[in-house]
């Protein structure tokens, strides 16, 4: 094996990054630590992977995420600091809001910025993520009270560069309604013909037609449906549904694909959650159907919950229709405003809780009309791309990497701008269910980037290795 693969935070993003690349280019070996207590992977991970990473003189690149210390783990192997050494930034600690700053804080920027000095080549996801790192050394060097280091910047940006996230999409025509195939198709730029769409669909059409046939003969209301992370079943809030779940889980099996997200602490998000199509489909036709808006981010107030949930409890007080599916990884900290919007919203839920297995996740933004952001922080925004390759229509803030990614008209400055699109998406679903997304998703896919990543990991055998 010539290329070390280090990920001291093995989950989410970092861990579809690092899986992504040991499966794809030859020659990988891949050393992890779980995706837990951050603070202290980026502290102590240096010392756990000195011990564990064994010496192999056949190791040509170092390939880490900027949660490890690179010059601490140099300092303890010099046997690694030999290597091609590739830094890459999923996000960045110098423009990362905190809630409450406290002294130590800084000591994460700052073994950022010495990493970047012992790395060779400095990777980010966005252009966004790497200027607000570079631009922000010098002032974030001015809390040091005496005696700062002078052009860091000079020193570390010749070094940068930007290589976008490569996310390897997967094919979901299985579970596109029918009106969304016309999106698929200009998102992938693959034609068909209708028979073709058909033949591709079926497995979930099937399920389509079934799951309408026992919503039918169901006594249950899709209209106060809840799907529950702790079971998994369709509820009501007066009963659960008649049908057991044996019959919901046939229709909803799937080619399985395990998550390739981080391991979640939360005993009751732990639960193999799936996404059933029961809580979606009753028996009216697509365009009677409220919109449904769907939430993908991490439980966590970085992204903003507070804003979102404030701006769907404004709908909801003017009678507005609408369904929602809140997604995403919770962790041991969950904002209080999770458990408050639940109660609040309960009767416009169709599914509350992180989904770990992939084909239910997908499944789940294929059947959602709107992916929303009110993040305060991102750096690249993985799960807003997917919801949009899902046939989401994106309402993000123009701000962070944003409108880097998405053309100006899914952009907003205000919450009260969020509240307007969304009020009229209410009052018409049918303006967002016959767009088309008019941006580029290919320039983010592992097809386009595969050979750029390939670029990185290869080298020149040196003298001195």
Same mark, same amino acid.
Not at 65 to 86: F, H, Q, Y
């Given at each position: 094996?010539?290329?070390?693969?280090?990920?001291?935070?093995?989950?989410?993003?970092?861990?579809?990054?690092?899986?992504?690349?040991?499966?794809?280019?030859?020659?990988?070996?891949?050393?992890?630590?779980?995706?837990?207590?951050?603070?202290?992977?980026?502290?102590?991970?240096?010392?756990?992977?000195?011990?564990?990473?064994?010496?192999?003189?056949?190791?040509?690149?170092?390939?880490?995420?900027?949660?490890?210390?690179?010059?601490?783990?140099?300092?303890?192997?010099?046997?690694?600091?030999?290597?091609?050494?590739?830094?890459?930034?999923?996000?960045?600690?110098?423009?990362?809001?905190?809630?409450?700053?406290?002294?130590?804080?800084?000591?994460?920027?700052?073994?950022?910025?010495? &990493?970047?000095?012992?790395?060779?080549?400095?990777?980010?996801?966005?252009?966004?993520?790497?200027?607000?790192?570079?631009?922000?050394?010098?002032?974030?060097?001015?809390?040091?009270?005496?005696?700062?280091?002078?052009?860091?910047?000079?020193?570390?940006?010749?070094?940068?560069?930007?290589?976008?996230?490569?996310?390897?999409? #997967?094919?979901?025509?299985?579970?596109?309604?029918?009106?969304?195939?016309?999106?698929?198709?200009?998102?992938?730029?693959?034609?068909?013909?209708?028979?073709?769409?058909?033949?591709?669909?079926?497995?979930?059409?099937?399920?389509?037609?079934?799951?309408?046939?026992?919503?039918?003969?169901?006594?249950? &209301?899709?209209?106060?449906?809840?799907?529950?992370?702790?079971?998994?079943?369709?509820?009501?809030?007066?009963?659960?549904?008649?049908?057991?779940?044996?019959?919901?889980?046939?229709?909803?099996?799937?080619?399985? &694909?395990?998550?390739?997200?981080?391991?979640?602490?939360?005993?009751?998000?732990?639960?193999?959650?799936?996404?059933?199509?029961?809580?979606?489909?009753?028996?009216?036709?697509?365009?009677?159907?409220?919109?449904?808006?769907?939430? #993908?981010?991490?439980?966590?107030?970085?992204?903003?919950?507070?804003?979102?949930?404030?701006?769907?409890?404004?709908?909801?007080?003017?009678?507005?229709?609408?369904?929602?599916?809140?997604?995403?990884?919770?962790?041991?900290?969950?904002?209080?405003?999770?458990?408050?919007?639940?109660?609040?919203?309960?009767?416009?839920?169709?599914?509350?809780?992180?989904?770990?297995?992939?084909?239910?996740?997908?499944?789940?933004?294929?059947?959602?009309?709107?992916?929303?952001?009110?993040?305060?922080?991102?750096?690249?925004?993985?799960?807003?791309?997917?919801?949009?390759?899902?046939?989401?229509?994106?309402?993000?803030?123009?701000?962070?990497?944003?409108?880097?990614?998405?053309?100006?008209?899914?952009?907003?400055?205000?919450?009260?701008?969020?509240?307007?699109?969304?009020?009229?998406?209410?009052?018409?679903?049918?303006?967002?269910?016959?767009?088309?997304?008019?941006?580029?998703?290919?320039?983010?896919?592992?097809?386009?980037?595969?050979?750029?990543?390939?670029?990185?990991?290869?080298?020149?055998?040196?003298?001195?290795?």
């Amino acid at each position: 094996m010539s290329i070390l693969l280090i990920e001291a935070f093995y989950g989410g993003s970092h861990k579809q990054l690092a899986d992504l690349l040991q499966e794809e280019i030859e020659e990988c070996v891949l050393y992890t630590l779980p995706a837990k207590k951050w603070h202290w992977r980026a502290r102590t991970a240096a010392l756990y992977f000195m011990q564990t990473v064994p010496a192999n003189a056949n190791y040509r690149i170092l390939f880490a995420s900027s949660v490890l210390n690179l010059t601490e783990l140099i300092a303890l192997r010099p046997d690694l600091g030999k290597l091609k050494k590739v830094l890459y930034f999923h996000e960045n600690q110098l423009a990362y809001p905190v809630q409450k700053y406290q002294e130590r804080d800084f000591q994460y920027g700052y073994n950022q910025i010495l &990493s970047c000095l012992v790395a060779d080549i400095v990777v980010f996801n966005s252009a966004f993520n790497m200027e607000s790192f570079l631009t922000s050394i010098g002032k974030f060097l001015k809390l040091i009270p005496d005696h700062r280091p002078k052009d860091l910047e000079k020193i570390i940006r010749p070094k940068c560069q930007v290589l976008h996230f490569p996310i390897r999409f #997967p094919d979901v025509s299985r579970f596109m309604p029918e009106y969304k195939l016309a999106h698929l198709e200009k998102i992938t730029g693959v034609r068909e013909n209708e028979d073709t769409y058909l033949f591709r669909c079926l497995p979930f059409q099937q399920k389509y037609r079934a799951t309408e046939s026992l919503m039918k003969n169901s006594s249950s &209301s899709l209209e106060s449906g809840l799907c529950e992370a702790q079971s998994g079943l369709c509820t009501t809030q007066q009963e659960r549904l008649q049908y057991p779940l044996t019959s919901l889980e046939k229709l909803n099996k799937s080619e399985a &694909s395990e998550s390739t997200n981080q391991e979640v602490p939360c005993q009751e998000d732990k639960q193999h959650v799936t996404f059933n199509p029961c809580n979606l489909l009753s028996g009216m036709d697509y365009q009677q159907r409220p919109l449904h808006i769907v939430w #993908p981010h991490r439980w966590e107030h970085d992204k903003d919950p507070e804003s979102f949930f404030k701006v769907l409890l404004k709908l909801k007080e003017m009678d507005l229709p609408f369904h929602m599916s809140v997604l995403g990884e919770t962790f041991t900290d969950v904002p209080d405003i999770f458990s408050e919007a639940k109660k609040a919203l309960e009767s416009s839920i169709l599914h509350w809780g992180y989904l770990p297995r992939k084909d239910d996740y997908f499944q789940a933004l294929c059947m959602a009309d709107v992916v929303i952001s009110t993040a305060k922080h991102e750096f690249f925004g993985v799960a807003m791309i997917e919801a949009v390759y899902c046939g989401c229509y994106p309402l993000c803030p123009n701000a962070l990497v944003y409108p880097e990614i998405f053309p100006a008209e899914y952009l907003y400055s205000t919450p009260e701008q969020l509240f307007k699109r969304l009020q009229n998406f209410c009052k018409r679903p049918d303006i967002v269910r016959k767009h088309l997304y008019k941006g580029e998703m290919d320039q983010f896919s592992w097809a386009a980037l595969r050979g750029k990543f390939r670029s990185l990991l290869t080298t020149e055998p040196r003298e001195d290795l």
